[in-house]
């Protein structure tokens, strides 16, 4: 009995070592999956085969050859299922829809007038629902559903504080998933943020990545050896509530002179965002100088994230993306006399190439991954 066991195991894994060699490859040929693995043709082709009629792989035209016969490609089936990021904020739910290799097909936006559970509940309903509605017909249909929020998500996706919508001990992933009967990922939006970078953007190419999410409050996703680093219990990174100044305003999280009091898009004290925005694009000095300031106290925790994690990579996201012009050279030459000069040759500072759908397309790979890796973690539970 163990061998059987034994032998489905090695099957199932070496399946998705192919699955995964055709979506990062195709279009390739078995051959080529067969030289890329090292597994042996026969192996290759009967698990293809076995890919074709999960509709998960596609046979198209023919490849170059070396001579002879031309070899048949395969390709991954993007569109055989779809995927639903989430973006809950304070003011409004953004969703999108993607297939399944990240690529958007739609997105909406609905806006929030209140902040309250059972209203905000029936909002997400709606929002999901609306996309679940444009999502043309395919073989697996929706495969789950990714949420970031701004608050703090402990590892089973339940939301144990959401400073902004006041919301405290909420098990949001019960009620998606329950309601929609699919699989539901629920995490920080600063983690599916640096995740939809690391897949999809700006830190594709990186392996230690710390990515900034900043807008009214400043979020941040660390990513260790291309893996999210999330601490005992899943509550990493708020590094928005580092002091920067001893003294300084008090913050709702208890502390006194946290940064994103100094640097988040909230933190002018006499101009909101937009208007700050549209100040500095008329050349308005106050504004350009509010800009200034924020892109300062940013470099400032960003030195500190330079010095401690020496990542190769910082990448600034979210809402702050819109004055990327403004605070980019406050920003360099903040960290070029505060940061560890050694740290710094390592080190270089991004804006997200997402644009603000870092966490959206993060949060949709979450249910993509989650989709895929199903075999494998059924498999592991076994073991
Ligand atoms: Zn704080």
Redesign the pocket.
């Known amino acids: 009995m163990k061998t059987t066991g034994d032998q489905f195991l090695v099957k199932k894994i070496n399946k998705s070592i192919v699955l995964d060699t055709i979506r990062d490859q195709s279009p390739i040929s078995r051959a080529a999956v067969s030289k890329m693995t090292g597994l042996n043709k026969g192996t290759v082709s009967s698990l293809v085969a076995e890919l074709i009629n999960n509709e998960f792989v596609l046979e198209i035209g023919t490849g170059k050859s070396s001579g002879g016969r031309k070899p048949v490609m395969l390709l991954f089936h993007e569109t055989a299922g779809y995927a639903i990021g989430v973006e809950l904020g304070v003011a409004k739910i953004r969703t999108i829809l993607t297939n399944l290799n990240g690529e958007m097909v739609e997105e909406a936006s609905r806006k929030l007038a209140r902040t309250e559970i059972e209203y905000v509940t029936q909002e997400l309903f709606a929002a999901i629902q609306s996309m679940i509605d444009l999502t043309p017909p395919s073989r697996y249909g929706i495969v789950g559903i990714g949420i970031g929020v701004p608050g703090i998500v402990d590892e089973t996706g339940r939301i144990l504080f959401a400073p902004n919508l006041q919301w405290e001990n909420m098990d949001l992933n019960a009620l998606i998933s329950e309601h929609f009967q699919l699989p539901v990922t629920i995490d920080n939006e600063a983690n599916a943020g640096a995740v939809g970078e690391q897949q999809y953007g700006a830190g594709r190419d990186a392996a230690n990545i710390v990515y900034i999410s900043v807008s009214e409050g400043i979020g941040t996703g660390i990513i260790f050896g291309r893996e999210l680093f999330r601490g005992a219990a899943g509550l990493s990174g708020e590094m928005?509530?580092m002091t920067i100044e001893a003294n300084g305003r008090k913050?709702?999280?208890?502390?006194k002179g946290?940064w994103?009091?100094y640097a988040s898009t909230s933190s002018h004290p006499q101009y909101d965002f937009d208007t700050l925005v549209q100040m500095s694009a008329s050349g308005e000095a106050d504004g350009i100088r509010g800009f200034y300031e924020m892109g300062e106290y940013l470099g400032i925790g960003i030195s500190t994230i330079i010095n401690t994690f020496n990542p190769e990579l910082i990448i600034i996201g979210n809402q702050m993306m819109r004055a990327e012009r403004w605070i980019t050279s406050a920003i360099q030459q903040t960290v070029a006399t505060r940061s560890l000069s050694y740290h710094r040759k390592h080190s270089s500072i991004r804006f997200a190439q997402l644009e603000t759908r870092s966490t959206l397309l993060g949060a949709a790979y979450y249910a993509i991954s989650g989709f895929f890796s199903k075999d494998r973690a059924s498999l592991a539970e076994t073991m």
């Open positions: 928005g509530h913050c709702r999280c208890g502390n946290c994103e009091l």
